[in-house]
């Protein structure tokens, strides 16, 4: 077993360990999709145009993309907290590879992320959403947002270590919360201003989104938007590449050279 492999197991362990130990933040990150699923659902879908039924079919997935881009606050949250509780530190000077620390996080995320996506899906079934794709196209869904997750936690990471405070963290966080706003994650970007929904599709949350729904058969792609929307599973497998070759190598690059 290479020493990568080792220690990156010990780091996941870690952080898995973090996340039982402080269960009320799993929970409430667990929470906050569902009632969103149910206030969008019920209020917004008696107000758009098309049925609510259809417009819960069409939120899941959105909801679920943006519970996958909700990596980039956990991750840069908790890489802030070590860095500014002195456990980065501790860590460099023992010998672990450089690379397990912040690998070790993403893929404790992403364990606890496959977890948490199941009571959405419940729910979500619950309201009228259904799967109406087929089989391998439902697991291929899965799997992009798993993917998407992990490139969104590598930027939390990132961000993280850079701030290296709780507080800029925190507040740095929770404008993320305005990343899916400028998506098609809750509402068909057609009918925005040009340069409105020209910024929305570009966005990968809507590349994601736009994939989920054509893969689970719950929404067709739609015509005439920029390539990401309109190739959503290329555009998305891009992001998701693009994102992880930028941000995982700068971040295991900010965390072997500290603070200096």
């Given at each position: 077993m290479s020493?990568?492999?080792?220690?990156g197991m010990a780091m996941?362990?870690?952080?898995?360990?973090?996340?039982?130990?402080?269960?009320?933040?799993?929970?409430?990150?667990?929470?906050?999709?569902?009632?969103?699923?149910?206030?969008?659902g019920y209020v917004f879908g008696s107000a758009?145009?098309?049925p609510g039924g259809e417009y819960r079919s069409f939120l899941v997935p959105g909801l679920l993309a943006a519970t996958a881009a909700g990596g980039i606050m956990t991750g840069m949250f908790q890489a802030a907290q070590d860095t500014h509780r002195g456990v980065m530190v501790r860590f460099?000077?023992?010998?672990?590879?450089?690379?397990?620390?912040p690998l070790g996080q993403a893929v404790a995320d992403l364990v606890v992320t496959a977890a948490g996506t199941v009571p959405l899906l419940l729910v979500g079934l619950a309201v009228g959403w259904r799967v109406e794709g087929s089989a391998p196209e439902a697991l291929g869904a899965?799997?992009?947002?798993?993917?998407?997750?992990?490139?969104?936690?590598?930027?939390?990471?990132?961000?993280?270590?850079?701030?290296?405070?709780?507080?800029?963290?925190?507040?740095?966080?929770?404008?993320?919360?305005?990343?899916?706003?400028?998506?098609?994650?809750?509402?068909?970007?057609?009918?925005?201003?040009?340069?409105?929904?020209?910024?929305a599709e570009w966005n990968p949350i809507s590349a994601v989104t736009t994939a989920l729904r054509d893969l689970f058969g719950n929404a067709p792609v739609p015509e005439g938007a920029a390539w990401p929307?309109?190739?959503?599973?290329?555009?998305?497998l891009a992001w998701c590449a693009l994102l992880i070759?930028?941000?995982?190598?700068?971040?295991?690059?900010?965390?072997?050279?500290?603070?200096?």
């Open positions: 020493a990568l492999t080792y220690d996941v362990g870690r952080q898995l360990r973090r996340v039982r130990n402080n269960p009320g933040l799993a929970i409430l990150t667990q929470v906050m999709p569902i009632n969103m699923l149910l206030f969008f758009l145009a098309m460099r000077t023992m010998p672990v590879s450089r690379s397990a620390v899965v799997g992009l947002l798993l993917l998407f997750r992990f490139a969104c936690t590598w930027i939390g990471i990132l961000l993280g270590l850079l701030t290296r405070s709780e507080e800029a963290a925190g507040q740095l966080g929770a404008a993320t919360f305005v990343l899916p706003l400028l998506s098609n994650a809750y509402i068909p970007t057609g009918n925005l201003a040009g340069w409105l929904r020209t910024t929307v309109a190739h959503p599973v290329a555009g998305s070759a930028v941000c995982a190598p700068l971040a295991v690059r900010r965390y072997a050279r500290g603070e200096g």
